[in-house]
């Protein structure tokens, strides 16, 4: 089903819930996908778990994963967001102010996402593509639909943005992605460094709470690897279910591992009423988490349990505190409350793509120039030969209800 048109004066965004008819191929089970079409319209292909690639292949051979955009006076890019991602309000609402302040003109965003058996995602990715004709991609958080997004792109040449930290993301070979976030890895090794200097001067045991499933394997490489490095003792990984709503029993797994120290790598809504849990029930060690609990939600899920809370933070320069002052007044402005920090980088996501789809560079290789750097909202915007983002972290700590910075970082 369209969505509403959402937008301010000579920009637009089209949002789509549910699933489209492509022009050329659909990934639609339902025999009645085609009903009305005529052959040249649909070539129907169904799909079982395992067969998505080869859908995706199939339409390669057909061509239409290089058919050109249809010429448009917009630069449209497509924005990857499923129903089921936690952070999905402060995306949407970033892109969109960013398409709103473009200083380039006519921006249009595209969001898509549906439910649906795995690889809709890429189904969804495709489709922004191939009918919608858009010049680049912002990928979610979700690893597993960052991946989707990146072999989409890896058929099509169009260039991603992307919001997830796990370190596959960049290992996946497609040249023409950067990664806005900060990697797990990075904001892990931040925090096993820092916090037994905070703490009391010796190393913590810590457990680490995340999610299930893939997402949850992924972080935990990610978290393991950076205790490795900083020689630190994770004693333990526990998994969140995803239809967990009893803190209290997920609490009483966390601390049956004995830690002094407790990484919460969760939504933001999800990690605030663990640690709540955890203080509630008499946990006094640290916590921590990525920065992305940098948000209202988590400040309000928290509640007590935020003071003393420690996130790390991308730093940013004089220039970037400027843009970041602008942008917070602008958006408390659009709508109606404080950015958190998947906001943010979702703002920027939008300006490095604008910025590069439109340079002669990057038009003619389908590659991010290596010496690209501007000031974004969350520090500057630039990258190494893999697409990971160079940035500083410092570390926030929770005072007061909100996220200050720790001195001697």
Not at 93 to 108: D, F, K, S, Y
Not at 111 to 123: K, L, N, S
Not at 345 to 371: E, G, K, N, W
Request: aromatic share 6%.
């Amino acid at each position: 089903m369209r969505g509403d048109l959402v937008g301010r004066g000579s920009c637009r965004a089209q949002i789509f819930s549910g699933p489209q008819i492509p022009l050329v191929a659909s990934f639609c089970r339902n025999d009645q996908v085609s009903a009305g079409a005529s052959p040249h319209q649909v070539a129907k292909i169904r799909t079982r778990p395992g067969y998505l690639l080869l859908s995706i292949l199939i339409g390669i051979n057909l061509g239409w994963c290089y058919a050109q955009p249809v010429a448009s006076s917009s630069l449209k890019i497509g924005v990857l967001l499923p129903p089921e991602e936690a952070q999905s309000a402060s995306i949407r609402e970033g892109v969109l102010l960013a398409q709103e302040q473009a200083r380039t003109g006519n921006i249009e965003i595209i969001i898509r996402g549906r439910v649906g058996q795995w690889g809709a995602d890429a189904d969804e990715a495709a489709r922004m593509v191939t009918d919608d004709g858009v010049a680049g991609l912002i990928a979610p958080p979700d690893g597993a639909a960052s991946h989707l997004v990146l072999q989409v792109s890896g058929r099509t040449a169009v260039p991603v943005a992307s919001l997830c930290g796990d370190s596959l993301v960049t290992l996946t070979g497609v040249p023409w992605m950067l990664r806005v976030a900060p990697r797990t890895l990075e904001e892990a090794q931040a925090l096993f460094q820092a916090i037994p200097g905070l703490a009391a001067h010796k190393p913590l045991r810590w457990a680490a709470v995340v999610p299930e499933g893939r997402a949850g394997r992924e972080l935990s490489h990610d978290l393991k690897q950076a205790a490795s490095d900083c020689h630190a003792e994770l004693v333990g990984v526990v998994e969140a279910g995803n239809s967990c709503t009893n803190f209290d029993i997920l609490k009483a797994k966390v601390l049956e591992c004995r830690p002094e120290g407790i990484l919460v790598w969760l939504a933001p809504i999800r990690a605030g009423k663990l640690a709540s849990s955890l203080r509630r029930g008499g946990f006094i060690g640290a916590m921590a988490g990525p920065g992305s609990l940098e948000s209202v939600s988590f400040v309000f899920a928290a509640k007590d349990a935020c003071e003393g809370f420690v996130i790390p933070s991308i730093s940013r320069n004089e220039t970037s505190t400027k843009l970041f002052s602008s942008f917070q007044t602008a958006y408390r402005n659009r709508w109606s409350h404080d950015p958190d920090a998947i906001a943010s980088m979702s703002y920027d996501a939008v300006v490095v793509l604008t910025h590069l789809i439109q340079s002669t560079s990057q038009a003619a290789t389908h590659r991010f120039p290596s010496d690209f750097s501007e000031a974004g909202v969350t520090g500057q915007l630039s990258f190494d030969d893999q697409g990971n983002r160079k940035l500083t972290l410092e570390l926030l700590r929770g005072y007061d209800g909100k996220f200050v910075r720790i001195d001697g970082n």
